[in-house]
C-alpha cells in the first residue's frame, strides 16, 4: 500500500493535473524538472531532513526515509508514519512559478486533488513556507499541526533543530 501511496506523490509531482472542486483555476504543474535542492539554499537553511528531525522531537515518527526521484518541482521530499497514517513533507522553490500554485492552492483549500490515472486522489495538505505536509486522514492532530507550522527554517536558532 505504501508504495502505491509513493507512486501517487511521484505522479502529483511529475506533473499530473491538479483541480479543486471551487470555482478557482485549476493548476496544473509543469512536468520539467525541477532544479536540484542545492539550488535553491537562499530558501531555506535546513531541508526535509531537518524537519522531519524537529519533528521527531515530540512525536514519534516510523520509518522516516527519502523520497528518491522526484520529478516535477518538489526540490525533495521524506516520507514517514505516524499513528498507522502515511505522511509525504516535501520542500518546494516558491520562485517557481508552477510550485507556487500547488502551495496556494494547499494553502487556500486545505487539500489538492491529483489525477491519477482516470481517478482523482485527495491528499489533505499543510502549508509551512516552501513546505507542504501531504496526509490522507482529514483527522489530523491540532497540535501536530501547530508543531508543523511552528517550525522556522528560516532561522539558525530555530529550537529543536540540531
Known amino acids: 500500500m505504501k508504495k502505491i501511496l509513493v507512486l501517487c506523490l511521484i505522479l502529483i509531482l511529475a506533473g499530473c493535473s491538479c483541480s479543486t472542486q471551487s470555482s478557482s483555476p485549476t493548476a496544473t504543474p509543469s512536468a520539467t524538472p525541477s532544479a536540484s535542492p542545492s539550488a535553491s539554499p537562499e530558501t531555506s537553511l535546513y531541508n526535509t531532513k531537518d524537519y522531519v528531525d524537529y519533528l521527531s522531537n515530540n512525536y ?58 482516470d481517478q482523482m486522489k485527495k491528499y489533505y495538505a499543510v502549508v509551512n513556507q516552501d513546505y507542504m505536509l501531504l496526509y490522507e486522514q482529514e483527522d489530523l492532530d491540532s497540535g501536530f499541526r501547530e508543531y508543523f507550522q511552528n517550525f522556522d527554517y528560516h532561522s539558525p536558532s530555530n529550537p529543536n533543530t540540531n
Open 60 to 117: 514519534s515518527l516510523t520509518n522516516p526515509s527519502p523520497i528518491d526521484n522526484l520529478d516535477g518541482n518538489a526540490l525533495e521530499g521524506y516520507t514517514f508514519g505516524l499513528d498507522s497514517a502515511d505522511f509525504y513533507l516535501l520542500r518546494f522553490d516558491r520562485n517557481n512559478e508552477s510550485a507556487s500554485l500547488w502551495l496556494d492552492e494547499a494553502m487556500t483549500n486545505g487539500y489538492i486533488e491529483v489525477k491519477v490515472g
